[in-house]
Each structure stands twice: as C-alpha cells, then as structure tokens.
C-alpha cells in the first residue's frame, strides 16, 4: 500500500472511540423500566398509571432516551454586545418556577373560570361540583412546571397509542397484545339429512351453527403484552350499552366480582365523538345498562361533513302575471360525511374491518321469521354534539380501498389470525336524517345538548342546551307523560333494589371476614 504524503500520520490513524455508548447498565435498566410502567398502563387500562411513571423515568437525565434532546436552560440564553452589555434572548419556551420566581405570575390558569363558573351553577342548568372536577384539574395542571399536557395529552386522554415511546417492544411486528380476542363456540351441528328423491335428486344436509362469540384471548404471551396502538381503532364491533360506547378493554373483575370504580377504567375517548349505533340507543340511555345495541366506532379522522337542507318550491302562472308564482312543497335535508380508517398496529386491523363490514350492513335489509316483507335497517349518528345520536337513514356506502398511499397487509408469515386486508380505507357516507323534533321555522336542527330526558331522549333545557328557546313538537299528552313517569319509577326501584343488594353481599362478606378471624 503506497503511503499517504498528504497525510503523514494516516498510516497511524485508528477510529475514535467512544467513551460512551447507547448500551449501559444504567440505559438497559432504565428501558426495562420504562416498558414495565408502560405495560401496567396498557394492562390495567388505566393510561395515566404509564403517562405518570414514564415522566417520573424520564426526569432521570443520566441515562434517559430522552437527554440527547435536552435544550438549555432559559438562564443560558444570553449573549454580550459591544459595549459589554449582557443582552437575554427572547425564547420561546415556558419560563420555569427555577429560573425566575416572578414567572408564577406568568403562568396560564386554563380551566380555572370554568371551574369556577360550574361549580356555583345548579348541576340541573350545565353545572354542579361533578361538571367541575375536569376543569380544575385541567388548571392545576397548567399552573405546574410540567404544563397541562404531562397528563392532559393524546396519549392519556385521546387513546392516540404510544408508537413513539422509546420503551416500547419493536423486536417482533406480528406480536399479538393482551387486547387480542378469539373465537369461543361455532361448532357445527347438523340437524338432519334429507334424502335423495325417487327421481334422482342428491341429497342435502340442513345443519346450524352454534351461537359462539369472540371473547378476550387465553394466550399467556398475548396477554402478557401490552398494547400500544391506537385505543379507539382497536375497539371491535359489539352490542353494548351507549356509556360503554368508548371502552376498549372489558370491565375489570375480582373473583367474578365488580370492581370498585371499575367502570371509568378500560376507556378511552376521541378529540370528538364519532360513532354509529343502532336505533334503541338514543340520547336518554346513556346511564342505561340495560338497554343494548350495536356500536360501531371509528376514530374520527373526519376529512369532510356536510349538511345540506333544501325547500322544494314548484312554480305556476296566475292570468294576467308574466313572472312566476310559487307554492312551497316541502323540505328535505341531506348529510354527507366522508372519513378515513387507519390501522396504527397489528391488533387494529380486524376490529376496523368487522365495523366496516357492519357499517356496510346497514343499507341492507333485514330478514324475519314473521315477517315476509324487507324490514327496513335505520341507526344513529354521533358527531361531536351537533348531532347527539341522530336518527339517520344510510342512503349509501363507498369505501375507496386502494389508492396511491394504502398500504396492503400481505400476512408474509402466514399467521392463521390475520387477513390480506388494506390498511388505510376512505369511507363516503350519504344519509338522510329523520329528526327527533319536528322539522319547522325557529326549530331545532341540530342537538348541541348534552342533558336529556331519559325515557323520550328529547334534550333538556338549560345552560348546556344551546336551543333551549326553539320551538319543539308541542306538550305531550297526560298519557305519554304517565307512562314516561311510570318508567321512571320502575327504574328507581331497580336502583334501589340493587343498591340494597350490593349493601346485603357487603354485610355478608364482612360477617364471613370476620368468622374467619374468629377460627
């Protein structure tokens, strides 16, 4: 090899090394870690768990995944002119209580008026301490170094996923999450043979297939490993009640046993409401556990909504008039609602194709034993609060399943448990709503309500009813409002009843307790 003349000392040269790497003792076990406070996030559905302990990990700058990241301290943006002057840089960060102790004052309250103002407001007019509780939190939170956002985030409060956690498990893309489900059930059940025909005919088989159901996986490994996607995209179609609209992982069980404010864990929420359900879920059953029905959910990526409304006027000539006359005939009204459905992971992507196959259901007809004739399907709407389960006819489904971004799940591996399914889906919607109040000048055309009657589902007036003061379809007759008064009485006996109940199992299991202790 010729020696390097411009270089004299290239023959000598050796790589620098470094005398720190990604790979420490101290980074291993930090990353182990963090996916284990990110697994009891994911595993108990209760997101905040995760959010909490990953910023706790984090704070640790020695040997965080984070701290290549890290910027300087406002106190360091500073710089001398010619003079020798000191001059402080604007910066656009928060300023931080260390740094300067009169930035308290600078501090944003967000939330604090609401809180204020719900709390002092009768909780039947869009208040009470209940109403409160969010906003408040929201305001401590901002007032903290942290910002609102340490617990106010995508993450905790919309179910986004984590797919950029640094503590995540990458090593294997067809792992399966704990939020995986199977078949239990189905088996084949023939009920008899019709035999072939004097004539020749073959033969058949009448046979059912038995009720089975998709439940929960039994896979150790499966559960055993957390899920990081998105937790509005991985909740599957199902009947269930209309407060469970948003929940992604089943209610959390002790021995068989309910658990004690189990209900708010195991869901999520989206930016804005966005699902379909069927026609028995109004508005009123939102506390109702009892009535059940389809719920379709998709996270709402909504690309364009339209409501178009349209008076039908028919014109006509009067003798002695050259212009038209008209005569009004009517209205109509039509909405337009156009959304894509992506699937982040693995586990998204059989919950997003059976709600779009159920979707797709619904322009079809519905077949009975008594009856002959097509019964006709209908559902509701949710967005946001402009329509607060709006009865609507779908008049059309278009799903646009390929195009120049979608990606295509090709199941290399040949997973039993997966499909050849696109992963990215355009949906167009056409639909026709059927309203709730009568269609009419100085009327009610869309909900923006959030308390109704629980029985009819007709909106509440009040301070969270924007179009209390609109006309509405008249008083109801003494007979309706007996019978609505009626329902409402059973369903209090039904609380109390189960109330009692609860305080009875209670006693019970304290007595036990307490024999036990005796022995």
């Known amino acids: 090899m010729p020696i390097n003349t411009t270089y ?18 101290g980074g291993i076990k930090q990353k182990l870690t963090g996916f284990g406070v990110g697994a009891i996030g994911s ?25 290549a990241y890290a910027v300087a301290s406002l106190s360091a943006t500073k710089a001398t002119n010619n003079i020798g002057t000191a001059i402080k840089f604007p910066d656009f960060r928060a300023r931080k209580f260390g740094d300067n102790p009169a930035a ?12 204020a103002r719900t709390v002092f407001t009768k909780k039947t007019n869009g208040g009470g301490f209940q109403n409160s509780i969010r906003s408040a939190a929201y305001s401590a939170a901002s007032i903290t170094p942290f910002g609102p956002y340490a617990l106010f985030n995508v993450g905790t409060t919309y179910g986004m996923g984590d797919h950029d956690n640094p503590y995540a498990l990458r090593s294997d893309f067809t792992a399966q999450s704990h939020v995986a489900t199977q078949w239990r059930g189905g088996a084949v059940d023939i009920k008899a043979i019709i035999p072939s025909t004097p004539l020749g005919t073959p033969g058949f088989e009448i046979f059912n297939q038995n009720p089975g159901s998709w439940a929960p996986t039994r896979n150790l490994v499966s559960k055993a490993t957390p899920f990081r996607g998105d937790k509005v995209s991985v909740i599957d179609f199902s009947q269930r009640s209309l407060k469970d609209a948003y929940r992604w992982l089943p209610k959390p069980k002790i021995f068989g046993l309910d658990v004690p404010f189990g209900d708010a864990v195991g869901k999520t929420a989206d930016f804005i409401k966005f699902f379909f359900t069927g026609p028995k879920l109004h508005a009123g059953t939102q506390e109702d556990d009892s009535v059940k029905d389809d719920i379709i959910v998709f996270r709402a990526i909504i690309t364009s909504l339209g409501d178009s409304f349209s008076a039908n006027w028919s014109s006509f000539k009067l003798i002695g008039r050259g212009d038209d006359n008209y005569q009004y005939g009517g209205y109509n009204r039509d909405l337009n609602v156009d959304f894509i459905v992506y699937a982040t992971d693995r586990d998204e992507v059989k919950p997003i194709w059976r709600k779009l196959n159920a979707l797709a259901g619904y322009t079809a007809p519905e077949y009975t034993n008594d009856n002959i004739a097509l019964v006709a399907p209908w559902m509701r709407i949710t967005i946001g609060d402009l329509f607060n389960q709006q009865p609507v006819i779908l008049k059309s489904v278009s799903y ?22 696109p992963h990215k889906i355009q949906v167009n919607l056409s639909l026709t709503p059927i309203t709730d109040w009568l269609p009419q000048k100085g009327g ?6 959030k308390r109704h009657d629980g029985e009819s589902g007709l909106p509440l007036p009040g301070n969270d009813n924007w179009l209390s003061d609109t006309r509405n379809n008249g008083q109801l007759s003494n007979e309706d409002l007996a019978k609505i008064h009626a329902k409402q009485e059973k369903k209090k006996a039904r609380q109390t009843e189960k109330t009692n109940r609860q305080e009875s199992n209670k006693t019970d299991r304290a007595a036990r307790k307490a024999r036990r202790n005796q022995e």
Do not use: C, H
């Open 8 to 25: 004299p000392n290239a023959s000598n040269w050796s790589p620098l090394q470094a005398k720190t790497t990604n790979i420490t003792a």
């Open 104 to 115: 308290l004052f600078t501090k944003r309250l967000d939330g604090a008026a609401a809180a």
């Open 400 to 421: 646009t399943l390929m195009d120049g971004d979608t990606t295509y799940e090709t199941n290399i591996e040949k997973d039993p448990q997966m499909m050849q399914v």
């Open 444 to 449: 009610k055309f869309y909900s923006l309500a």
């Open 43 to 67: 595993l108990s559905g209760i997101p905040l768990v995760g959010q909490i302990g990953q910023s706790l990990i984090d704070a640790n700058g020695t040997y965080s995944v984070k701290s």
